[in-house]
């Protein structure tokens, strides 16, 4: 059971407060009715599943219902850290500019 | 069979104390080339690997495994067989591996310890008992065995369980299919190990895939811990690790990677006949022939390639199972486990070509991948020797995630496991 | 009392206060202080058990949680607990167990004779055999069920309960050993906050046995209680005993189970106590002074009753004043046994002790030990142990100098008990659960932690592999001092000391050689538990099972209720012997959680019973009460389902309910509808894109029907919002998918739109909702509400207005859920109840009826408004449903789901649709769930086409209805199908899935 720290709450809770909310930044198309069948499916399912370290979404639905991002690895499960969605993007775009 | 297995075997070799008995697979040094090389030696694999050398002639076949033999899922579930599923493609492939499961012991010649003791699919609700209605009204019209029960009918069989009004979700009915069960896990990777190494197949342990070796748009082989293998067909039966050995082909799939936890009771004298699932309270319980109670907890929420899921997860089943059950309010823990299940988006698997020729999949069983693993590996042996899927596993491609084909046991089914 | 027991000036029991106890039946005396163990042996109780799979007579090895073989059940009826260790059971008046094994008695049991043949049942013999014919497995199954298995589940409720205890502390420290002492009086010196907890009935750890002990000069013990008294002193410290930390988890969580009344008579126990205690530990640091257990040596009938581990010996000794024999053959290859067999000759049994080594043990302790009068024979070991139920002696022979071969036989030797000490075993179990892992240490031949620990984790004393008491304080005190560091404290206490007398080291044996081809001679046991012998190892290896994982599953090494505490080490060395490696390359098994059993009751806490999920109501339940409701559960929610009079059945309560509100007015309480107030400029922008209609021209006081789809296009919820302003919307959601539909709302709004301003607050506990529906409702209402207007023409069909009802401030919406003329109040959940009263009041003249969710299903059904997962399973489109009009294509944004709709395969116009059924019998009620055939064809697989969704008895209609989904059904309308369920067939037609009132007449009057 993780830890958690919420950057809007700035409190650190247990994950029972929490929902885990998938994959970080899956951009949805911005024209979906141009998207073939293919590119849909692929927003809509495929998924990078990374063991590793990996960017991720949590939402604090017992505290302040902000999502949020997390870094964490998922083979040690140590948490690197929590950010903003706006401020863990620009470190997410960094790191897969990388 | 070179070292056939019986009771004359065993009165045999006792005789001579047991020291003339033979290795149970081959561990011989991997060839440069193979036909066909199976990624994965868990159950799936090591049966895919069976029939294609028994059903299809293809023995020229090795088997990689990154540690030992059924040491993933194979080695963590709750070993429960059931083909009670919704949906008539999913029912027709999983039924057609409780057929294979009701011979394989005599196929094997290795007792998997099939019991058919029953499975019950409980509902607390009115909606779940729609739900199990039309799912016993669809098994039965796919010709798969299941009744309705009542829950006096359903305490006639599990005495122990409360079915009184008072309850927070009241026992209303169950489905029950009673050629479902459970199995001795660990016994179906050594069966089909032994019976596939018996057919010509090599079986390479501590061999772990690190690349794949692709030319034009087409598998080559292998790169491996051991040095370089050689195949123009590469099946991938990796659950939990699907989506890294995808990767390495440029193939994405829609696959998320959960713990899914376990636990076991210290053993006790028979007090559970049958398998126990509840979808509502979320807890999933049997006995097994050593006693302990086997029990399956919910699958936890995040991404984990860990092998080990949170606490809180075990404490909710454990209360679902004192919920059921009142009096194991004092049995105790003995052991618990986690495994790595790759969830499909529909909850239903992937048995399917891929974009690179040559390249197959075989993943997202989810939480009910031990329960297929004949019928698994026999439509998968197809799918790789004839390059083309069996008619079972037809609806079971990657493109139904395009064209949104989906075959949906998440949200009908009412049942996870 | 027996000859056993002795009196020690060491001893903790209290010889004071006898009790009495009963084991099988008999009536036996022990004392305050005593476990079931001890007191058993005491008595000359040998016998506890039989061995699970050869039946072999069995008694106890151990003398704590490493207990393999005394396995017992307490107590009887709903007190009972099934397969606790004698060992850890702590003895109260009056207490009575039985043994969990022998059939049909313990003395003669029938597996016993079977295990006569065991040569022929070696492991996996079951793989081997049973095979055949198919039929028979099921019946060899239930003969190998009954034969296994300890203990008898309970089968009464449990009469006491449990509960959870949440910790965040500085430091945890695991073990009350002499180091977890030192390490938290360090701590607790430094003004951390912290805890420390232990497993048994009292600190002291290995100081409890070690009667010899000194530490700064005095007995062990004085410094111990000295300890405790300081760390009692300290508020910033506790101590936990009877409390064992049985898991560690991601960032230090770890969790203890309290046994906090479960060494009180069952009388005397406190029922405002739970019995068990879980305790939730999050430490900054945890430091692991979870010491070593001791191993026997693998020999032949080793697994004797009255054969125990020397540590046991001594424990029984010098904690209980109990000689575990007067005659002692004492087996051993390190020097530490050595004071075991001086306190047993001190006690005044004859000890004779067998040394694998040529040369014995330091020089002064062969000294000490011939002085006592201690046999001493070196350069021996036991082939094999003589005696069936109890041990009677042993067969000694001659080993080579490096204990790997028998150069010459030895003599045999008579004794009423036989120890052995194979040496420690660090319990790094805790360090290894969160993927810790230790490393094989051949100088102490244990797998042993790494000093310097892990991130968060120090390691403090045998669990390092340090066995002499002064280098183990040393370690501790340098590895606490350094975690000091870490917190930014500092430590001016001195290190206690402990002198450590020199020492011949260990000679490494794990099996003692008996001359014999292994699996030839007497069966030498390495897992008691589960009759592993070193032969079945061998075995294991030479059938190719060589990782030790499988080692493990194809023998069941480890696999027992002790999970291999006392085998694990010899299993590994035995397998690598077999393996031709060394131990560190064969690694360990797995450690997982828990480190010893815990009770589910424990596991659960109090989420049993009532609280184990909460119960929802609204604000009118004892109105529902009092007026005869039966309830459905719905989500945590408890719906009214129905409200029979008298000995009305279901059928014919909501035939009445239904018939009421069609001809008059019926009431209903909708409350548990989920609620969202969505506020702000971009709201209306909002609910463009999350709904699959548009909002655009919703003007305030109206209200709309909405139709929310997953990103996949398929149906997920609907409800209907009103419009309250321009910037202003009140949303509701089906009940049981309240707080799904918030969350979905928010992580689009967050993570894709984040520049949308608007804002989400649930509201679905704040607004009592009272559905006032039928022709008369309009009366009904007029009677309570003189502020709104509510003629026909102003207050249309779909809109809502603001005004008092019955003097409460209220929303009243004329919205329909029966295709009636329907008022919907919605006023401050506080007059939820006064409403409802008033309502039914005012309702009086007309015949007003309350009625439930059976009613409300069958007036929606009879107008064919869909119930979202009752005819939508997450695999209907809107189009499926035959509700394009609820489908605004031409909205320029593209709203969840729009572009799944036109996918291959959504878009195809043979999809299962849903439509109408009616039977060809009228009085043929389908049942939900029925499938639907094209024909009367029923040879599996048959061509399903779809299923039964909803169905009813209609009273209004006077026949049956149903709703279903039907492959194409929407271009099917008049064909007829076939509905089958449980064998019986139904012919049925297909109809508009509308039954009542096509035209809509009603709902707008």
């Not at chain 1, 927003?43 to 999502?67: D, I, P, S």
């Not at chain 3, 319990?427 to 810790?436: A, D, E, P, S």
């Not at chain 3, 302003?725 to 709004?749: C, I, K, Q, S």
Request: aromatic residues 8%; proline residues 4%.
């Amino acid at each position: 059971m993780f830890q958690i720290h919420c950057p809007h709450c700035g409190a650190t809770r247990e994950e029972e407060e929490f929902s885990y909310a998938g994959e970080a930044y899956i951009p949805r198309p911005a024209n979906p009715e141009e998207a073939t069948e293919a590119e849909w499916g692929d927003y809509l399912f495929m998924r990078k599943n990374t063991r590793g370290w990996f960017w991720e979404q949590w939402q604090h639905t017992a505290g302040c219902r902000k999502v949020f991002a997390v870094k964490r690895n998922t083979v040690s499960y140590e948490i690197a850290g929590t950010w903003t969605l706006a401020a863990g993007k620009e470190l997410y775009l960094k790191e897969s500019e990388a | 069979m070179a070292n056939r297995y019986s009771l004359w075997s065993l009165l045999k070799n006792g005789l001579k104390h047991n020291e003339s008995w033979q290795p149970a697979w081959r561990s011989p040094q991997a060839k440069p080339r193979y036909d066909v090389i199976i990624v994965g030696g868990g159950g799936h694999g090591l049966a895919t690997a069976y029939y294609l050398a028994k059903n299809h002639g293809v023995k020229n076949v090795a088997v990689l495994e990154k540690g030992y033999l059924g040491g993933g899922n194979t080695a963590r579930n709750t070993t429960i067989v059931r083909s009670n599923y919704l949906w008539d493609e999913a029912a027709q492939l999983y039924e057609h591996a409780m057929k294979l499961w009701e011979g394989l012991s005599l196929d094997l010649n290795f007792n998997v310890m099939f019991s058919q003791r029953g499975v019950m699919n409980l509902g607390h609700t009115l909606q779940d008992m729609r739900d199990i209605e039309r799912r016993v009204n669809a098994n039965n019209l796919n010709g798969i065995d299941g009744v309705v029960l009542s829950p006096k009918e359903i305490q006639d069989i599990v005495p122990l369980m409360d079915i009184s009004a008072k309850t927070r979700y009241p026992v209303m009915g169950a489905s029950y299919q009673p050629r479902g069960g459970v199995a001795r896990h660990d016994a179906v990777a050594w069966g089909f190990a032994r019976g596939a190494s018996e057919l010509g197949v090599d079986i390479i342990e501590q061999c772990e895939v690190i690349d794949m070796i692709i030319e034009d748009g087409r598998i080559k082989g292998v790169k491996t811990t051991k040095g370089d293998i050689f195949a123009d067909r590469v099946g991938c039966v990796a659950a939990g690790n699907s989506t890294p050995l995808a990767k390495m082909a440029g193939v994405r799939l829609p696959l998320e990677s959960h713990p899914l936890q376990a636990f076991v009771s210290e053993s006790m004298k028979p007090c559970l006949d049958t398998v126990v699932m509840s979808n509502a309270v979320h807890g999933y319980v049997s006995q097994s022939d050593k006693g302990e109670l086997v029990i399956g907890a919910g699958i936890d929420s995040y991404l984990g390639y860990g092998q080990r899921g949170s606490p809180h997860v075990i404490e909710h089943t454990a209360a679902a199972i004192i919920e059921l059950f009142p009096s194991f309010s004092r049995v105790r823990m003995n052991r618990q486990w986690g495994g790595i299940v790759d969830v499909a988006p529909d909850a239903c698997p992937i048995i399917s070509k891929t974009k690179v020729k040559g390249l197959y999949f075989n993943c997202g069983w989810g939480t009910g991948g031990f329960k297929a693993t004949p019928g698994s590996g026999y439509v998968f042996a197809h799918t790789i020797a004839n390059d083309e899927a069996h008619p079972l596993n037809k609806a079971f491609a990657l493109d139904r995630f395009n064209t949104g084909h989906l075959i949906d046991e998440h949200g009908a089914a009412g049942v996870a496991h | 009392m027996s000859a056993y027991r002795v009196h020690r000036s060491s001893q903790r029991i209290n010889e004071k206060a006898p009790l009495t106890f009963r084991f099988d039946g008999k009536k036996y005396q022990a004392f305050a202080g005593d476990t079931l163990a001890s007191a058993l042996i005491a008595n000359g109780v040998k016998l506890i058990g039989r061995s699970f799979k050869y039946g072999r007579p069995r008694g106890i090895v151990g003398h704590g949680a490493e207990e393999p073989n005394a396995l017992i059940q307490l107590e009887t009826g709903a007190h009972t607990v099934p397969d606790l260790k004698a060992t850890q059971v702590e003895m109260y008046e009056g207490l009575s167990a039985t043994t969990t094994t022998g059939f049909p008695s313990l003395n003669f049991d029938l597996k016993g004779l079977a295990g006569q043949f065991s040569r022929f049942m070696p492991p996996g013999f079951y793989y081997k055999t049973f095979m055949g014919p198919a039929k028979a497995w099921p019946f060899y199954e239930e003969i190998i069920r009954k034969a296994a298995g300890y203990g008898r589940a309970p089968v009464d409720p449990d009469p006491e309960f449990y509960d959870h205890l949440h910790h965040h502390v500085d430091v945890l420290v695991v073990g009350g050993g002499a180091c977890g002492l030192w390490a938290a009086t360090l701590a607790g010196r430094a003004g951390l906050k912290t805890l420390l907890v232990d497993e048994q009935s009292e600190a002291g750890g290995w100081m409890l046995s070690d009667a010899r002990a000194v530490i700064d000069g005095k007995p062990a013990m004085k410094w111990v209680s000295e300890r405790l008294a300081e760390l009692k002193s300290l508020s910033n410290v506790t101590v936990l005993t009877r409390t064992t930390a049985f898991a560690h988890h991601e960032q230090n969580l770890v969790q203890a189970v309290e046994l906090v009344q479960d060494h009180l008579p069952i009388a005397q126990r406190v029922a405002t106590l739970p019995r068990q205690r879980l305790h939730k530990i999050r430490a900054h640091h945890v430091v692991l002074a979870t010491g070593a257990i001791e191993r026997p040596l693998v020999y032949g009938n080793n697994d004797r009753p009255g054969v125990l581990t020397a540590a046991a010996g001594q424990t029984y000794l010098n904690r209980y004043g109990v000689a575990v024999g007067r005659k002692v053959l004492l087996l051993t290859h390190n020097d530490a046994s050595y004071d075991t067999a001086l306190d047993l000759a001190e006690a005044g049994s004859r000890v004779t002790l067998i040394d694998t080594r040529q040369r014995g043990a330091a020089a002064w302790r062969l000294d000490a030990a011939k002085k006592a009068g201690v046999e001493l024979l070196l350069g021996y070991g036991i082939a094999e142990v003589q005696g069936g139920k109890a041990a009677s002696g042993a067969k000694l022979v001659k080993l080579d100098p490096h204990c790997l071969t028998v150069t010459g036989k030895g003599p045999t030797l008579s004794a009423d008990a036989i120890l052995s000490s194979g040496g420690l075993t660090s319990t790094v179990h805790l360090f290894c659960h969160n993927n810790g892992r230790p490393y094989w240490n051949e100088e102490r031949l244990s797998f042993v932690t790494p000093d310097e620990g892990r991130q968060g984790i120090s390691v403090a004393g045998a669990i390092t592999g340090r066995w002499g008491l002064g280098e183990a304080l040393a370690q501790t005190h340098a590895s606490v001092s350094a975690m000091l560091i870490g917190f930014g404290r500092t430590s001016s206490s001195t290190c206690p000391v402990s002198e450590d007398k020199d020492i011949q080291p260990t000679r490494r044996v794990f099996r003692v050689p008996d001359g014999k081809p292994e699996g030839h001679g007497a069966k030498a046991l390495v897992d008691f538990q589960n009759d592993v012998a070193a032969a079945d190892i061998h075995l294991a290896v030479r059938e190719n099972y060589r990782s030790i994982e499988h080692v493990k599953r194809y023998t069941a090494l480890g696999f027992g209720t002790d999970q291999g505490k006392l085998s694990n080490v010899n299993g590994f060395a035995i397998a690598a012997e077999a393996l031709g490696m060394p131990i560190s390359q064969v690694g360990t098994t797995t450690y997982r959680p828990a480190y010893t059993p815990v009770t589910f009751g424990a596991l659960a806490g109090s989420h049993v019973g009532d609280t184990f999920d909460p119960r929802r109501y609204t604000a009118m339940q004892s109105s529902h009460v009092a007026r005869g409701a039966l309830f459905e559960t719905v989500g945590q929610w408890m719906r009214p389902w129905y409200f029979p009079k008298g000995n009305e059945t279901m059928h014919q309560a909501v035939d009445r309910e239904c018939l009421a509100t069609r001809n008059s007015v019926g009431v209903m309480d909708a409350s548990t509808l989920g609620k969202i107030d969505i506020k702000g400029p971009d709201a209306r922008e909002f609910l463009n894109r999350i709904y699959s209609n548009a909002w655009t021209k919703l003007d305030p006081g109206k209200c709309r029907y909405g139709l929310m789809l997953d990103e996949n296009g398929m149906v997920m919820d609907d409800g209907v919002t009103a419009c309250i302003a321009d910037d202003h919307f009140y949303m509701t959601t089906t009940t049981g998918g309240a707080a799904r539909v918030l969350n979905w709302l928010e992580r689009w709004h967050q993570t894709e739109w984040p520049e949308l301003k608007v804002r989400f607050t649930s509201v679905t506990d704040h607004w009592s909702t009272t559905a006032v529906v039928g022709p008369k409702s309009r009366a009904v209402l007029q009677k309570l509400s003189s502020d709104i207007d509510l003629s026909a023409d102003t207050f249309k069909f779909m809109d809502w207005r603001e005004g008092t009802v019955a003097g409460v401030p209220a929303r009243v919406c004329r919205i329909s859920f029966s295709g009636e003329l329907a008022y919907e109040i919605n006023v401050d959940a506080c007059y939820g109840h006064y409403i409802w009263e008033q309502v039914m009041e005012a309702g009086k003249e007309f015949g007003i009826t309350p009625y439930g969710t059976e009613t409300m299903h069958v007036l929606r059904a009879e107008k064919g408004f869909i119930i979202v997962g009752q005819d939508t399973d997450g695999s209907m489109s809107p189009i499926d449903l035959n509700m394009a009009w609820a489908v605004g294509m031409k909205k320029p944004f593209s709203f969840l789901g729009k572009r799944s709709l036109s996918r291959s395969d959504t878009s195809r116009s043979d999809r299962k649709q849903l439509v109408g059924l009616y039977t060809e019998d009228p009085k043929v009620v389908l049942a939900e769930g029925a499938q639907i055939l094209s024909s009367r064809n029923t040879q599996a697989p048959a061509d399903m086409q779809g299923h039964v969704t909803s169905s009813y008895h209609s009273a209004f209609l006077g026949r049956s209805i149903a709703m279903a989904v039907l492959k194409g059904g929407l271009k099917r309308e008049g064909d007829t199908v076939y509905v089958w369920a449980h064998g019986k067939m139904h012919p049925a037609k297909v109809v508009s899935s509308v039954f009542v009132d096509q035209e809509g007449v009603r709902q707008h009057a």
